[in-house]
């Protein structure tokens, strides 16, 4: 007997849209901010608010990829693409991370410049504009926390807007140092510093795109664990060549050759049916849609299963 159970891939459509809508707000109020710190980075002669703006560039690209890549996922499968385009949220996210990583390398060599040369900053202006850019991005990230629907795009632009405000926050404090030290050598100092956090979400980013990409079996789950649990089942042999992987964020795949024993041919549906409800009650399997049996055989083949 072979089986095929598919999930409903279309089921967290509406959440999806209003993640959207969240990141359209976000979006229109980053690229405010970041023309804003552009303009008092180059009036301050200030690196770190240069940064922080190069940082929120980044942050307006990956809401752009990602709302792309969001509207391309919705559009149906196909004979060809019999998945879909949810891959394309995965291509964005990797892409994001590549561009992050370029950005973080240009902050390092030009905070190294301005440790060697550091030039007058003005301290006041520098403070002012990384005040408001600290509580733009606090008020990016309450819209998107609003949101019911977290992909890995999602997650990366919430990264975004959380190393924004830490970076806000450093830039404010290198403000007031300058203002009452007269140390401009603060302000590379907190470029290094904002660079050193795109680097690391950079390389986590680029790390989790690219397991997706290579199909690696999520880490939400535990191979040996879910096959101890299917081999627990009455009625089932052995459980092999089982593949786990990830369509996109939270949508995960299963294939797997499960032998079962002698039985009837109407047994052999129990069988799957209990399958279903272990993928269901301990790996949050739901909205299985479409089941197809071919009698005359003991074995479930290269069943297919959505978790």
Request: hydrophobic content about 50%.
């Amino acid at each position: 007997m072979t089986g095929y159970i598919h999930q409903t891939l279309h089921s967290d459509s509406d959440a999806r849209l209003s993640a959207q809508r969240y990141m359209l707000v976000v979006l229109a109020i980053t690229a405010g901010i970041m023309i804003a710190e552009i303009i008092g980075g180059l009036l301050a002669n200030s690196l770190a608010l240069l940064s922080d703006a190069g940082h929120m560039l980044t942050d307006i690209l990956a809401l752009g990829l990602s709302l792309a890549a969001m509207r391309f996922a919705r559009k149906p499968a196909t004979l060809t693409k019999t998945f879909g385009f949810y891959r394309l949220e995965i291509l964005a996210a990797f892409l994001n991370g590549v561009l992050l990583l370029g950005i973080s390398l240009y902050i390092f060599n030009e905070a190294y410049h301005r440790l060697m040369d550091p030039g007058e900053i003005k301290g006041v202006f520098m403070l002012v504009v990384a005040a408001i850019g600290l509580v733009a991005n606090g008020v990016g990230i309450a819209i998107l926390r609003r949101s019911r629907f977290r992909n890995l795009n999602v997650r990366s632009v919430l990264f975004h807007l959380m190393g924004d405000t830490i970076s806000s926050a450093g830039v404010i404090i290198g403000g007031i140092l300058i203002i009452y030290t007269g140390w401009y050598i603060v302000d590379p100092v907190i470029g290094i510093f904002i660079g050193g956090l795109i680097l690391r979400g950079a390389y986590s980013l680029v790390r989790e795109s690219v397991d997706i990409l290579l199909e690696a079996t999520p880490k939400e789950i535990d191979t040996e664990t879910l096959i101890s649990d299917l081999v627990g089942i009455e009625e089932v042999k052995e459980v092999h060549h089982v593949h786990l992987w990830t369509i996109t964020s939270g949508i995960y795949a299963m294939s797997a050759h499960v032998v079962v024993d002698d039985c009837l041919i109407s047994k052999s549906t129990q069988v799957l049916n209990a399958i279903k409800r272990v993928l269901q009650d301990r790996y949050n399997m739901e909205h299985i849609t479409n089941k197809e049996v071919f009698h005359g055989k003991t074995n479930i083949k290269h069943t297919q299963y959505q978790l």
